[in-house]
């Protein structure tokens, strides 16, 4: 046994120096001057020249290398850049990223997230009071209010002022790029109001997309400019989400206008507008007389 072991020795020892420079040292790609992005390139281009020698010989189902293709081109479009996450878990949206309220109240509900309830009261005349001590008094009030309660029945005008228009907006200022994408997690709590969430170009917070949800399921898409509102496109079914769980929206819009929105996996918008073709400025919640919490937001661009 000892012979064979100096022997296989004698034998690596006598290979011929060109057998040792055989390979050369490993050069880790992470660290060479190519990136992942040029190889990914590099790899994308190869494909498509494949795909044009495919349909020029019909070597392949013209469906498949359509499919290819559509791949190919999902792999070779802008990549995303997250410009926008919060989750709210530390108790304060005005750091990190910053959210300024203009107008209305909105704080942070333990374990739930950013919140805003906002409800529309009349303002009613006070009831004229009731005295024990004089019977006149009494008999007046009584008649006071049988006959505010006869001109209600009448359909005349009360001494109650109209519920005036609640409202609750807040809005962080970022760099959105044209493409964007739009996550949140969302719950609605009362069977009143509405929500809206969208990008804004300039300083003008209601000049912009919105994704507007109105309690009971309406779902719709929304373009709002100086010229004012214009419906793009709505839900062709109500998507009630009243159920006080919290719901994953994901609403997208690629490079050439197209959109799409999600709720819990589930498309129910999709549409192509060209309405804004300039860069946003930041994103923007309202509501409109209703009780919402997002739980978290996530917010994307193009580079």
Wanted: aromatic share 8%; net charge negative.
């Amino acid at each position: 046994m000892r012979i064979l072991y100096s022997f296989f020795v004698l034998m690596l020892l006598s290979l011929p120096v060109s057998a040792e420079q055989k390979y050369s040292s490993w050069s880790n790609p992470d660290s060479s001057s190519s990136s992942a992005g040029d190889s990914t390139r590099e790899l994308i281009d190869k494909l498509n020249a494949l795909i044009d020698d495919a349909e020029n010989s019909r070597a392949a189902n013209p469906v498949f290398l359509r499919d290819l293709r559509e791949l190919a081109r999902s792999y070779s479009g802008p990549q995303n850049m997250s410009v926008l996450i919060d989750d709210f878990t530390d108790g304060d949206f005005t750091t990190n990223p910053v959210w300024s309220v203009s107008v209305g109240k909105y704080w942070i509900e333990k374990d739930w997230g950013l919140r805003s309830a906002v409800t529309a009261q009349a303002e009613s005349a006070p009831e004229p009071e009731t005295k024990n001590s004089d019977g006149k008094d009494l008999a007046f009030a009584i008649l006071g209010a049988v006959l505010k309660q006869a001109n209600r029945d009448s359909g005349g005008t009360t001494t109650s002022a109209p519920a005036q228009p609640q409202l609750a907006a807040i809005h962080s200022t970022v760099a959105i790029s044209n493409a964007f994408s739009v996550e949140f997690d969302f719950s609605s709590w009362q069977p009143e109001g509405r929500f809206d969430i969208g990008p804004y170009q300039g300083t003008d917070t209601n000049s912009g997309y919105r994704l507007s949800y109105a309690p009971g399921g309406a779902l719709s898409l929304q373009r709002s400019s100086s010229r004012g509102t214009t419906i793009i496109q709505q839900a062709a079914s109500a998507i009630p989400l009243e159920d006080q769980k919290s719901h994953t929206v994901l609403w997208t819009r690629d490079v050439n206008g197209k959109m799409s929105v999600a709720i819990d996996g589930k498309i129910f918008l999709n549409v192509t507008d060209r309405g804004f073709s300039d860069p946003f400025q930041g994103i923007t919640i309202a509501n409109l007389g209703g009780d919402y919490i997002i739980r978290k937001i996530a917010v994307s661009g193009v580079k």
